[in-house]
C-alpha cells in the first residue's frame, strides 16, 4: 500500500543556454508528490505517516522554497553572489530562518544561508526529481515522485528500496534502532 505527501515550492531559475523564454531568469510555483510504500504497520494501522513524510522531506525541500536555482556553469551564478556579498546577506541573514541543513551530492548543492541551489543539470521538472529522491531515497521508501511547474509536469516510478524497520507506535523509520519521534527501542 502507498501513502503521499505534497509540498508546494516557491523557486525562481532559468535555463542558461537555452533558445527561448525559459533562458531568462523567472519564477514558479511547484508541486511536489512524493508517494512511499510500504506494508500497513499493524502498531499504528497506515504505511507512513503523512505528516512524518512531510517532515523527513522538508527538512531538505525547504531548501529549494523560495530560493534561486541556476546551474553551476551558469555565468548569473558569481554575479548573484557578488551582490549577496555586498548587500552582506551571502552567509546568511537574521530575518533567514526558512531553511534546512546545507547539503552537497552529485547533482546539488544547497547553500541555505543565501537561499541558493546550485545543480549540475538544468532544473527543469525531471530534474527535480532526480535530485529530490537523491536526497531521500535512504530516508523514505519512495515509489514515485511527481513534480509539476507550470504547464510542466513529469513523474518517475521507483523499485522501492528496502524494507525499513519502522516504530510500532509511531510508523515512522527507526535510526539505529531507536525512534527518533517517540523513544521508542527495539
Same mark, same amino acid.
Given at each position: 500500500?502507498?501513502? $503521499?505527501?505534497? $509540498?508546494? *515550492?516557491?523557486?525562481?531559475? @532559468?535555463?542558461? +543556454?537555452? =533558445?527561448?523564454?525559459?533562458?531568462? #531568469?523567472?519564477?514558479?510555483? +511547484? &508541486?511536489?508528490? &512524493?508517494?512511499?510504500?510500504?506494508? &500497513? ?6 504505511? $507512513?505517516?503523512?505528516?512524518?513524510? !512531510? ?8 531548501? $529549494? ?5 541556476? @546551474? ?8 548573484? *553572489?557578488?551582490?549577496?556579498? !555586498? ?9 533567514? @530562518?526558512? !531553511? +534546512?541543513?546545507?547539503? !552537497? ?12 541551489? /546550485? ?5 527543469? /521538472? ?9 536526497? #531521500?531515497?535512504? =530516508?523514505?521508501?519512495?515509489? =514515485? &515522485?511527481?513534480?509539476?511547474? +507550470? %504547464? ?11 524494507? #525499513?524497520? @519502522?516504530?510500532? #507506535?509511531?510508523?515512522?523509520?527507526? %535510526?539505529?534502532? %531507536?525512534?527518533? =519521534? ?5
Amino acid at each position: 500500500m502507498r501513502s $503521499f505527501s505534497t $509540498f508546494d *515550492l516557491q523557486y525562481a531559475h @532559468r535555463f542558461y +543556454g537555452f =533558445k527561448g523564454e525559459a533562458q531568462y #531568469l523567472h519564477g514558479h510555483t +511547484g &508541486i511536489l508528490t &512524493i508517494e512511499v510504500e510500504d506494508i &500497513i504497520n499493524d502498531g499504528v494501522n497506515m504505511v $507512513f505517516p503523512c505528516n512524518e513524510i !512531510k517532515k523527513t522531506a522538508w527538512e531538505v525541500l525547504q531548501n $529549494f522554497d523560495h530560493a534561486l536555482i541556476l @546551474r553551476e556553469d551558469d555565468p548569473l551564478l558569481p554575479a548573484i *553572489l557578488q551582490v549577496y556579498e !555586498k548587500q552582506g546577506i551571502k552567509d546568511g541573514a537574521p530575518t533567514n @530562518r526558512q !531553511k +534546512g541543513p546545507a547539503f !552537497k551530492t552529485e547533482l546539488a548543492t544547497a547553500y541555505p544561508d543565501c537561499r541558493l541551489v /546550485v545543480t549540475k543539470e538544468t532544473m527543469t /521538472v525531471e530534474g527535480m526529481i532526480k535530485i529530490v529522491y537523491d536526497l #531521500l531515497k535512504d =530516508k523514505l521508501n519512495i515509489v =514515485k &515522485i511527481t513534480f509539476t511547474s +507550470g %504547464v510542466n509536469g513529469a513523474s518517475e516510478e521507483f523499485m522501492p528500496s528496502a524494507q #525499513l524497520d @519502522r516504530c510500532p #507506535l509511531c510508523g515512522i523509520t527507526l %535510526v539505529d534502532g %531507536v525512534c527518533p =519521534k517517540c523513544g521508542y527501542r527495539k
